[in-house]
């Protein structure tokens, strides 16, 4: 998914080069200040029951690529620092995935089955992790920035993390953190931009969203925010408009039979085991960090699953973008 709003780059840029402002450092400070502030979380993080994953592991590059993929022309600017697991393991931690579990049974019992679990993001800070971890969501009220859709806590689809990294606080280290979560929606109402609202308008509906056909902001009612919403994992980027997006490519759609990479990945997944698959979305997120070119990425690509198998991928994409194309036919009644 790629993001086109300038408006969104622009407010990210900004934010950055303020903070850089008044701070100049030279490479090898700059290493040795990620470090310190990296550790420094890690000690704190390990409390609060979260383990921190290798970079290596399966499991982190596919949230990093999962991230990027959200964000999209944003991931020339970002790197992830760190990822966390939430283990579960506190007192609260247990508590909060116990509760969970118990009222996800409930709005299934309630929805006829379907209790409409989505994964979501949240923006916060270091501390709000804290809080969070420690004693649960609290209420923040309406926001001081941009436009109000419900008296709630508000969370972003999984397509739509680069809200919850613009929402999200830049701390003293330069790092803003997210959390990667488990909703419940339960049977959702849509809620206007501007509005007031603090709970649901009837006893129909659990939760909020910004549209009904595409939501990409779920609103989440005070009441239901420490049983409705599941902390999975949190993630430590820092945005940098300095050093990253340094290569420069033409978006031209290529003129040769093509699929698009976040297509192409997703029928790959289907057909390549994990251990090619992870190898895949490394080097996808090398390429939308702006590290390697588009012919190197291909390259790579080409490597890992072997021309027949990226071949059969396209030709099934093509083949399915032309039956969507076509119009159904129509009978009539004799």
């Given amino acids: 998914m790629c993001i086109s709003s300038s408006r ?11 903070e850089m402002s008044d701070e100049t450092c030279s490479s090898s400070n700059l290493s040795s200040i990620i470090s310190s502030s990296v550790s420094e979380d890690h000690r704190l993080f390990s409390k609060l029951g979260l383990v921190r994953l290798n970079v290596d592991d399966e499991e982190h590059v596919r949230l990093k690529h999962r991230l990027y993929t959200s964000i999209g022309s944003l ?16 007192p609260s931690g247990r508590a909060s995935l116990e509760s969970f579990r118990l009222f996800l049974k409930a709005t299934e019992q309630k929805r006829n089955g379907n209790a409409n679990v989505v994964n979501g993001w949240h923006g916060t800070s270091k501390d709000g992790i804290r809080r969070i971890l420690s004693n649960g969501f609290g209420m923040n009220g309406m926001p001081e920035d941009g436009v109000p859709q419900g008296f ?26 997210i959390l ?34 595409s939501p ?27 050093t990253k997006g340094t290569q420069t490519e033409s978006l031209r759609k290529p003129s040769s039979p093509w699929i698009p990479f976040s297509s192409l990945i997703t ?3 289907r057909i390549l085991p994990p251990s090619q698959m ?51 036919p129509k009978y009539s009644k004799n």
């Fill in 152 to 177: 709630g806590l508000y969370l972003y689809s999984e397509h739509s993390a680069v809200e919850s990294v613009l929402s999200s606080a830049v701390d003293v280290d330069g790092l803003r953190h």
């Fill in 216 to 242: 990409t902001k779920y609103t989440i009612w005070y009441p239901h925010v420490n049983t409705h919403i599941l902390p999975l994992y949190a993630m430590s980027v820092r945005v940098d408009f300095h």
């Fill in 278 to 328: 992870c190898l895949v979305r490394r080097y996808h997120s090398d390429y939308m960090e702006k590290k390697i070119s588009r012919k190197q990425l291909i390259f790579q690509i080409r490597q890992v699953s072997g021309d027949k198998v990226l071949i059969s991928a396209i030709k099934s994409f093509q083949d399915k973008q032309t039956k969507s194309a076509c119009p159904s």
């Fill in 75 to 90: 991931a020339q600017h970002c790197s992830v620092e760190a990822i966390y697991r939430n283990m579960h393991s506190s």
């Fill in 267 to 269: 029928v790959l997944s």
């Fill in 180 to 213: 990667f979560c488990r909703v419940i929606l339960g049977n959702s109402e849509e809620v206007p931009p501007g509005s007031r609202q603090f709970g649901p308008s009837s006893e129909k509906f659990d939760s909020g969203v910004d549209n009904m056909q």
């Fill in 8 to 18: 969104m780059e622009a407010r990210i840029q900004n934010e950055v080069q303020a």
